[in-house]
């Protein structure tokens, strides 16, 4: 008896393992139908997708099943008509056959997904390209709760391109070579969401400026989540842009009409050199040979309300003493750098935002070049600024060397401004301003003969405001 049931058991499991090989093939013509009626009822897009492409498999994560799909993607139509919003490779979902059989919980132990590309889109009257759904009639909601619940236990995103292009706002974010894990239980009412992210290369642009080109970034997080999934607080956040580190924490919750949130960051850990790897052009392949000193403070909050007529309040102070850099195999360091500033904005109304760079020196060799700024509201721009140098173009050309440029000459600038900049008014602050250059230098591998002897002097005054009463005078003294 006990031998009949070990053989209907094993013949049980072999046509088991059998039908999950065969039904997908069997009845993929009358799968694919079934599923292009259903996308075509409820998708306002093409999905692009073969079921030869699909397979499942009881061997590769035994005892669990591995569902496969290859080469698929979401193509959106008008007004994004040729987008991609999504696409990817491969897709892998690994789920617990038993939990399904006989349990009453969806278990998904992993989800991997492999080169995907992941396109948003949102155009600058709201509309985005991932909102393909059609509207449904509405169906009555049984007032009896579901005991149907979902856990996965971690996903990956393999070799990821994304971009998030949001002309509303706007910002724009592109980040290539995204690879992303994670983990945490969503059927618990309070849980932690442990991931990491590191990207190749990442470029933030806002209302046409770039504020990050091309940074490679490493990000850690554990974040707890709760009241049904709407309060994120940051218990353990850090993230690195090329060599500068910042660390979060506080709270983010996402209300029915706005976002709240009080979120701190900074970095105890970084020096002037981590900052200078954020700097446009000088995290390079010699930046680790690169020579550097100097402390740095770098601090900062978000807190308040964001939404369509409201911001946060925010605050950013900067400070960097006692600093230095020298290229490697260059004859000239820059000394005795040192910046105190600081970005604030105390209620959310983006005019009322302060830029105040209280000092910025930096001694390049034994010239020395200082400034300060004051910009104390956004608009009409309320300006009060000094700059003072006095420099020697050679040694620039030997502390910033540009391939194929020779410069000579001693470069002197005396401004002060102060008043108010307002385009539609066409007004601008009071000019005082003095440069003068002695015998200037310069030649280019472009232009074969060098342009020598060069000296002027020359003063911009503007005592109005009125953009018309700017007075410009340039007496040259050797060739101009």
């Known amino acids: 008896m006990v031998k009949k049931i070990l053989i209907g058991l094993v013949v049980l499991v072999i046509v088991l393992l059998a039908s999950l090989f065969l039904v997908p093939i069997i009845f993929k013509d009358k799968i694919k139908a079934a599923i292009d009626r259903e996308l075509a009822r409820t998708i306002n897009a093409d999905v692009v997708f073969d079921v030869n492409n699909f397979s499942l498999s009881v061997f590769r994560h035994f005892p669990n099943i591995t569902a496969e799909m290859r080469d698929f993607g979401v193509l959106n139509r008008e007004p994004f008509a040729g987008e991609v919003l999504f696409a990817a490779d491969r897709l892998e979902v690994e789920v617990n056959l038993k939990e399904i059989l006989f349990g009453d919980q969806m278990a998904i132990n992993g989800i991997t997904l492999v080169d995907p590309i992941i396109n948003i889109i949102v155009l600058p009257d709201g509309r985005a390209n991932y909102d393909i759904t059609f509207p449904e009639e509405e169906v009555p909601v049984s007032e009896e709760p579901s005991q149907f619940s979902f856990r996965i236990n971690y996903w ?112 105890p850990e970084n020096s002037f050199r981590s900052l200078l790897s954020i700097v446009p052009g000088m995290y390079t392949e010699s930046f680790a040979n690169l020579k550097t000193e100097g402390e740095l403070q770098f601090d900062g909050f978000v807190r308040g309300t964001y939404s369509d007529t409201q911001m946060p309040a925010f605050r950013l102070n900067l400070k960097v003493h006692d600093a230095m850099f020298q290229y490697p195999d260059l004859p000239t360091p820059v000394n005795n750098i040192a910046l105190d500033m600081m970005v604030d904005n105390p209620d959310g109304i983006i005019d009322h935002t302060v830029i105040d760079v209280r000092k910025l020196h930096l001694d390049f060799g034994q010239n020395p070049f200082d400034a300060r700024a004051l910009i104390s509201t956004l608009y009409p721009t309320q300006v009060d600024a000094r700059v003072q140098a006095k420099l020697n173009l050679a040694e620039i050309n030997k502390m910033f060397p540009v391939q194929g440029l020779d410069m000579r000459g001693t470069y002197a600038i005396d401004l002060t401004a102060k008043g108010v900049y307002d385009s539609l008014k066409k007004t601008i602050p009071s000019v005082d301003a003095v440069m003068s250059l002695a015998n200037g230098y310069i030649k280019s591998s472009e232009f074969p003969m060098p342009v020598e002897d060069l000296r002027f002097n020359a003063s911009v005054k503007n005592n109005s405001g009125s953009m018309a009463e700017t007075f410009i005078a340039v007496k040259c003294t050797g060739r101009c």
């Open 156 to 267: 990956n995103v393999v070799n990821a391109d994304i971009v998030y292009d949001d002309r509303s706002i706007p910002f724009y974010l592109d980040m290539r070579g995204v690879n992303h894990s994670g983990s945490g239980d969503f059927t618990q009412a309070v849980f932690d969401l442990d991931t990491r992210t590191v990207a190749d290369s990442v470029t933030v642009r806002y209302d046409g400026i770039e504020y990050v080109t091309n940074k490679k970034a490493v990000a850690d997080a554990v974040i707890s989540i709760s009241e049904d999934y709407t309060r994120y607080t940051f218990k353990d956040n850090k993230a690195l842009v090329n060599d500068f580190a910042m660390t979060f924490e506080g709270w983010f919750k996402m209300n029915e009409n706005d976002y709240a949130m009080d979120i701190s960051f900074g970095s």
